[in-house]
């Protein structure tokens, strides 16, 4: 088995490359400005590195860490060309100096990369399967060792063949150095608490890694009704899958198989911490339910399930703190993609500055077992 430095050596050029690759989309992002995170450069601005903000609190200079963001890694077009997938393997989230830059505007020390969409779920072939992860993982390892202190990386495993998901991860972390695994909510509408999913949530139980739920396009759920103005298949249908999934694992009894399972949802876990009331209360007062948890809906949430600040309000935030607690709230981004920023949301928050301070690093810090 080839040992890291071996590794690196091979990834080399593909680090180049990604270094080379197009660095767009953050000057359409800076573009567009930020929201709540202060203001942002303008498109073309100057290849300079710029100041790294300083996020205090209590005149405290905090460590910020994001574990909600996104990269492609363009080689894996190679891999694809002349395949029904070809057509997916485009993309403008190319890694580069333009994200160390948008980093430091906005304060983020450490970014968690992953590769979403997960469009290699339609992969009916095995092996072509395992060569699309191959290419992202190395990828995003090679871009990871060019800048160990600002960046971690979770693979993105082919979750149609369970068990191959389960090497590819171990894979991943004992050969790669990746930090866990991302995953969407369904495999081709299908739901991940079913068993056959159990080998890979074994083997990310065994390992003692995060897994990243982050939706893919809601397509596990009906869309007529989510046609229309205000993109809503986005704005309701990927918060609604992320929905799904936690009570899925909640009520088929998927949390009770792996009581250590560490899920981080995305879009602060969906709708489930904001209307967790009728959560808590379906096994003892819907006769059809048909539970197989063994615990309230709200003691996973509070021990298993990590969600991110995607809320995007002072107000929000501090509800989330009310309803799962500080120690399961984690800062998110979603970079490249523009939405506003909440580390001004978690400062302005009306929680405890311990609080604050757990949400944008600490509680990552110990997940992700960071050193200090």
């Excluded at 009331?277 to 007062?285: I, L, M």
């Excluded at 580390?343 to 810090?365: F, M, P, S, V, Y």
Aim: charged content about 25%.
């Amino acid at each position: 088995m080839p040992n890291r430095r071996d590794f690196i050596m091979r990834v080399a050029g593909a680090t180049a490359g990604l270094w080379a690759a197009n660095r767009t989309f953050m000057r359409d992002a800076s573009a567009q400005g930020r929201g709540q995170g202060g203001g942002q450069g303008q498109a073309g601005a100057s290849d300079a590195p710029v100041a790294h903000r300083d996020v205090r609190v209590g005149g405290k200079r905090v460590k910020v860490i994001d574990v909600h963001a996104h990269a492609t890694i363009p080689e894996v077009a190679d891999v694809v060309k002349g395949t029904p997938l070809e057509r997916y393997a485009q993309g403008g989230r190319a890694l580069g100096p333009d994200r160390i830059r948008e980093l430091d505007k906005r304060g983020i020390d450490i970014q968690v990369l992953d590769i979403n969409t997960f469009w290699w779920y339609n992969a009916a072939d095995r092996d072509l399967a395992a060569k699309i992860v191959d290419v992202h993982d190395k990828g995003l390892a090679a871009w990871v060792n060019s800048n160990h202190d600002r960046f971690l990386a979770l693979t993105s495993p082919t979750l149609q063949f369970p068990d191959l998901a389960a090497q590819q991860l171990e894979h991943a972390v004992k050969n790669l150095g990746l930090v866990g695994a991302a995953v969407a909510g369904h495999v081709q509408g299908e739901p991940l608490s079913d068993p056959k999913y159990d080998p890979f949530w074994a083997k990310a139980q065994e390992l003692d890694v995060m897994v990243f739920m982050h939706p893919n396009n809601a397509d596990n759920v009906t869309k007529e009704g989510l046609k229309g103005r205000g993109d809503l298949g986005n704005i309701i249908g990927n918060p609604l899958e992320t929905s799904l999934f936690l009570s899925h694992m909640i009520y088929d009894g998927a949390f009770d198989r792996f009581p250590n399972l560490k899920i981080c949802a995305a879009h602060a876990g969906g709708y489930m911490p904001s209307y967790l009331g009728r959560t808590e209360v379906a096994c003892d007062v819907r006769q059809n339910a048909g539970c197989l948890n063994k615990k309230k809906p709200s003691e996973y949430l509070k021990q298993q399930v990590y969600i991110d600040s995607m809320v995007f309000s002072a107000e929000g935030v501090r509800h989330l703190v009310a309803e799962v607690g500080a120690s399961q709230v984690v800062y998110g981004t979603d970079i490249p993609l523009v939405w506003p920023d909440t580390i001004d949301a978690i400062l302005g928050a009306q929680i405890a500055d311990a609080d604050k301070e757990a949400i944008l690093g600490g509680n990552l810090t110990k997940l992700l077992r960071i050193k200090t």
